[in-house]
């Protein structure tokens, strides 16, 4: 008995023996599988909405969410400016934060006053003293750590002006 092959795009002609094939090659057989398998997977992945235009499309990858590559690259284009954006915001933050920090230390150095000498003039003339060797980090730099936080490294340290500390360090 002769038939046409089962696969669409192939007109060769299948000679039925005992068996039901249905296929006139192994080739023909594997391309119909993965031509169903396609099929199912575009029919399982369906419609999706585009992230940036917001029409409806055809997935053609799980990992689909633009309808073109000019939405892709608009939507690009959108975020890189918001990035932009964001690290201005952060750097105002940065900003205003290390100011309050420093405002901070200097009024904290003007009221406690050098531990040694008493010595309580000029803020930028006394040093931070880390009396207690487990320094997280160095008072100068804490610019980016929050308040309670540098608060206590500060309880680590002694204010002496910077004849003391330097003595304390260096002695003859």
Known sequence: MKQ?????????????????????????????KKKRKRLARQNELGNAECKYCGSQFNKK????????????????????????????????????RRIDHIKFTIKYKLDTGCQICGYSKNPHAMDFHHVVGEKE??????????????IAEIEKCAVLCSNCHRELHHPL
Do not use: M, W, Y
């Not at 990858?61 to 964001?86: A, G, V």
């Not at 100068?140 to 936080?149: A, D, E, F, L, R």
């Open 61 to 96: 990858h799980s990992q689909n969410i633009f309808c073109s590559k000019s939405c892709q690259i608009q939507n690009t284009t959108r975020t890189t400016r918001d990035t932009e954006k964001c690290k201005q915001a952060r750097r105002d933050l940065l900003l205003l």
């Open 137 to 150: 980090f160095l008072i100068s730099q804490g610019c980016t750590v929050p308040i309670p936080q540098l």
């Open 4 to 32: 046409i092959c089962a696969r669409k795009e192939c007109n060769d002609i299948v000679t039925k023996g005992p068996s039901t094939k249905v296929f006139c090659s192994r080739r023909c057989s594997d391309l119909n």
